[in-house]
């Protein structure tokens, strides 16, 4: 069994900083792409960043310049860094990552369970 657990939300002032924390634990064999998504109330779930095994990132235009994804292989984490934080940020944050476990020959998709953002004075 595969899962993905969040950590590090929260309520924050506008203009301060959270970071998120993933883990990937279960019977896994390798991980692929990470990333972070976001889904506010009412709104579809959409892409916050990306990173690839090797370390490439990619951002939503939305959070760039402000918001920093990184990972570290060898503990099976994703991290995202979260500067500069505004009300529009206010959403529950998801971890995805594509693992391949054991057992299994191809990457799946999993998600996390989700960790509540709230950006309010």
């Known amino acids: 069994q595969v899962q993905l657990v969040e950590s590090g939300g929260g309520l924050v002032q506008p203009g301060g900083s959270l970071r998120l924390s993933c883990v990937a634990s279960?019977?896994?064999?390798?991980?692929?792409?990470m990333a972070w998504y976001r889904q506010a109330p009412g709104k579809q779930r959409e892409l916050v960043a990306g990173?690839?095994?090797?370390?490439?990132?990619m951002y939503a235009d939305l959070v760039k310049d402000r918001f920093t994804i990184s990972r570290d292989n060898a503990k099976n984490m994703v991290y995202l860094q979260m500067n500069s934080l505004k009300p529009g940020d206010t959403a529950v944050y998801f971890c995805?990552?594509?693992?391949?476990?054991?057992?299994?020959?191809?990457?799946?998709?999993?998600w996390g369970q989700g960790t509540q953002v709230t950006v309010s004075s």
């Open positions: 990173i690839s095994r090797g370390g490439s990132t």
């Open positions: 995805n990552a594509d693992i391949k476990p054991r057992g299994v020959s191809v990457y799946v998709k999993y």
């Open positions: 279960g019977s896994l064999f390798s991980i692929d792409a």
